[in-house]
């Protein structure tokens, strides 16, 4: 069945022409057809475009020419990536009717590749939450237990690689919006170093934090969607002009010596009895694999939370700033002057928390505050780095959990911006500190759903992280389980 397969064996299957790229594309549309009224996990399916891509990927196939590292495959995309086709919203009424003029450097890249783009994903609006449910066209749903949240920002792409909507995904992660979804979906997220993927076309939500990643079922699909995506890009003045690792060479290759730290900081209370037990549980393996484990210290990471919430609120509100109601995006109605224009444009734009966050940021901002709240926070940023660099000295590897919880219902937290805040405690220090971070399925709660181990690691160390996750994956089988909403879309 042609949704079970992996990237790489769709890929593989239709180089040696025993599936077909319509096939895939269109067993992916089948199984959106039948799921996706349940979970929403997309804002937008481009079928006839994607069946399109496909019929001339069969057709290079057949006439032997050279096909891309993701030739056939379908692949779906978070709605805050730009594309020249359809809408890219960022679930928000701001830009609801927005079509961009240019495709994201790593939409360029998939399609390149070879990649069959199915559709755009839900996501919280303007990324701006951790369970996708501040999205302006409606919540997404977990397919393992659909009166929970995916998690967010990126529970869209999450809930449709987990449903199997898709053969893997791309998603955005400012303070764990790829790897928090991940882990309560039960797939694989990474977070890549920061720099690593251009962010040209990203629709900016906090710019020294923000960047795009692979979402996927198993680890080397990762490897395969990291290897397309990443390199120099000269449209992005953050990009690092280095040449890409072969990041699937090797891969299936165990790590020798590898050294694997505890940070005692991320235990303790706040953590699910049945999360910290998977973690231990997954260390365990590790160690009987040859790993040292080693307890390491990060002391600046309580304060993780305060520095994030200072840090991306004040930058998502001069990024903001630019929707106004005069070049793009939302414009009200009868405006009686300019202020008018631009306060009932954003008011009417924006939804709740994007407002709290842009009032958090604006205030962090202002004259008499910059140096008590923004700068401070700064200072804080560099503690953190520090704190990592101290650590990575002593091992090779943090392992520690994605979520404190697993997936909570809809509605649990969205009363409460500090509770929902707190989903990301483990989380949000990989991006202040600029480090890569990925999640891989480690273990299920006893009511079903699923729990995630977080791996974070020196800064350019993808390679090296994705064999510590293979090595893991390659004895488990929890990335193969299938959520229930699933089986029935099988093709």
């Known amino acids: 069945m042609i949704n079970e397969l992996s990237a790489v064996e769709v890929r593989d299957k239709i180089a040696a ?12 549309l089948s199984a959106i057809a039948h799921g996706d009224g349940q979970l929403h996990a997309y804002n937008a399916v481009f079928a006839d475009r994607a069946l399109q891509r496909a019929n001339a990927i069969d057709q290079a196939r057949a006439a032997g020419k050279p096909l891309g590292l993701l030739a056939g495959v ?27 003029p240019y495709d994201a450097t790593v939409v360029k890249k998939l399609e390149q590749a070879g990649a069959v783009i199915l559709g755009k994903t839900n996501l919280d609006e303007f990324a701006m939450g951790s369970s996708t449910e501040n999205s302006a066209f409606g919540p997404t749903r977990n397919p393992w237990k659909t009166q929970c949240v995916p998690g967010g920002s990126s529970g869209g792409s999450a809930a449709a690689t987990a449903a199997r909507m898709c053969a893997a995904s791309l998603g955005s992660d400012t303070g764990g919006s790829i790897r928090q979804p991940a882990s309560l979906c039960g797939i694989v997220g990474l977070k890549p170093t920061y720099g690593l993927v251009s962010r040209y076309g990203l629709v900016a939500f906090a710019s020294s934090l923000d960047q795009i990643g692979p979402m996927t079922r198993c680890v080397e699909d990762a490897a395969l969607l990291l290897q397309v995506i990443a390199g120099h890009d000269p449209l992005d003045s953050t990009s690092w002009p280095e040449p890409v690792p072969d990041y699937l060479s090797d891969l299936d290759k165990p790590l020798e010596g590898v050294r694997i730290g505890l940070p005692a900081e991320f235990s303790g209370e706040g953590i ?22 080693v307890d390491v210290h990060l002391p600046h990471t309580k304060y993780g939370i305060a520095a994030y919430y200072v840090i991306a609120p004040a930058e998502a509100s001069s990024n903001l700033s630019r929707y106004d109601g005069v070049h793009y995006g939302h414009r009200t109605g009868r405006p009686e002057n300019l202020f008018d224009l631009y306060a009932a444009s954003r008011a009417e734009g924006f939804g709740p928390e994007v407002q709290r966050r842009i009032m958090l940021g604006t205030y962090a901002l202002s004259s008499g505050y910059y140096d008590a709240y923004y700068l401070r926070a700064l200072r804080v940023r560099q503690l953190i780095k520090q704190d990592f660099d ?43 500190a600029g480090i890569p971070g990925m999640n891989i399925p480690c273990g299920f709660s006893n009511s079903g759903l699923p729990i995630g181990l977080q791996i974070l690691g020196p800064t350019f160390s993808e390679q090296r992280m994705l064999r510590l996750a293979r090595m893991y994956e390659k004895h488990h089988n929890w990335h193969t389980r299938k959520p229930k909403i699933s089986e029935s879309q099988a093709v």
């Open 17 to 28: 022409g025993e599936v077909t790229a319509v096939a895939a594309a269109q067993a992916s």
């Open 272 to 293: 699910e009895p049945e999360v910290s037990s998977a973690i231990a549980q997954a260390v365990d393996f590790y160690r009987s694999q040859g790993a040292t484990v």
């Open 390 to 432: 101290r650590a990575f000295e002593k091992c090779d590897f943090i392992a520690c959990p994605t979520s404190p919880t697993v997936a909570f219902e809809l509605g649990a937290k969205s009363g409460d911006p500090l509770q929902m805040y707190l989903c990301d405690v483990f989380t949000v220090t990989c991006n202040i």
């Open 74 to 100: 379908p692949i779906a995309l978070k709605d805050n990536l730009c594309t020249t086709f359809g809408a890219t919203t960022c679930s928000s009424k701001m830009l609801k009717n927005f079509h961009s």
